[in-house]
């Protein structure tokens, strides 16, 4: 059975500390993303990459940062976590649009970060 | 520039009812659409996709959806609704390249017994 992990379903960090977020897949996945999902908002992009050592801005980018350093797993980082990045934090890949490919996102179970 | 919009955030209906999710899109290429659900503490799951094949798509669960580019849109309905279909829906549109997926607000769906 696919699966994407995230490394860990709930988290609570006081505000300015550093973050890891971790996202593991096991499909040879070209294609990782980093969302963040509020109520009322739906899944918002933050970051994604479309292979090792690569990385694209999404729509929220402002206070992270990622890292792909194999092409299995992408992390997510708070360099200095605030009470506004209290969310749920879903990690999904993908592989590259294809004649067999069509877009469909594996998603993770995602990671609820509380800041206090 | 893409994006979705989901009529309705929340929406109640009986059990054995007719379900219908509200979608409208915008994107200035043929998109690939899609609806994922998500049940309470989970992550998303991809319910039917359209990739500009049939116009009506069928998903798990008894759900399907039609496709309409003349009104922009992509509705998720289901004939007669279970007690299993609460959750929330997305609709979702790409439009190649990247992949970069652009997801609607959400619409909470309540199944009354």
């Known amino acids: 059975d696919v699966k994407v992990t995230q490394s860990s379903r709930y988290l609570v960090k006081r505000t300015g500390e550093k973050v890891f977020l971790e996202c593991v897949q096991d499909m040879d996945h070209e294609n990782m993303f980093w969302y963040r999902q509020d109520p009322g908002l739906g899944l918002r992009l933050i970051y994604f990459s479309y292979d090792v050592k690569m990385k694209e801005k999404g729509d929220i980018p402002e206070g992270y940062s990622v890292s792909r350093e194999k092409k299995e797993r992408f992390s997510l980082i708070l360099e200095s976590a605030s009470t506004n990045q209290t969310s749920m934090y879903l990690c999904a890949s993908s592989s590259p649009l294809g004649t067999e490919n069509t877009g469909e996102l594996f998603f993770g179970e995602g990671s609820r970060l509380t800041v206090l | 520039a893409q994006s979705v919009t989901q009529l309705g955030s929340h929406v109640s209906v009986s059990e054995g009812a007719l379900v219908l999710l509200r979608c409208n899109y915008s994107?200035?290429?043929?998109?690939?659409l899609f609806w994922y659900v998500q049940y309470p503490n989970q992550g998303l799951q991809l319910l039917l996709k359209y990739t500009s094949a049939a116009t009506l798509v069928k998903g798990i669960n008894g759900f399907e959806a039609e496709f309409k580019k003349s009104e922009t849109s992509f509705h998720l309905t289901k004939p007669s609704a279970h007690m299993s279909d609460a959750a929330e829906y997305f609709c979702?549109?790409?439009?190649?390249?990247?992949?970069?997926?652009?997801f609607g607000t959400g619409t909470k769906l309540q199944v009354i017994p």
């Open positions: 979702a549109v790409t439009r190649g390249g990247y992949q970069k997926v652009t």
């Open positions: 994107s200035s290429v043929p998109p690939y």
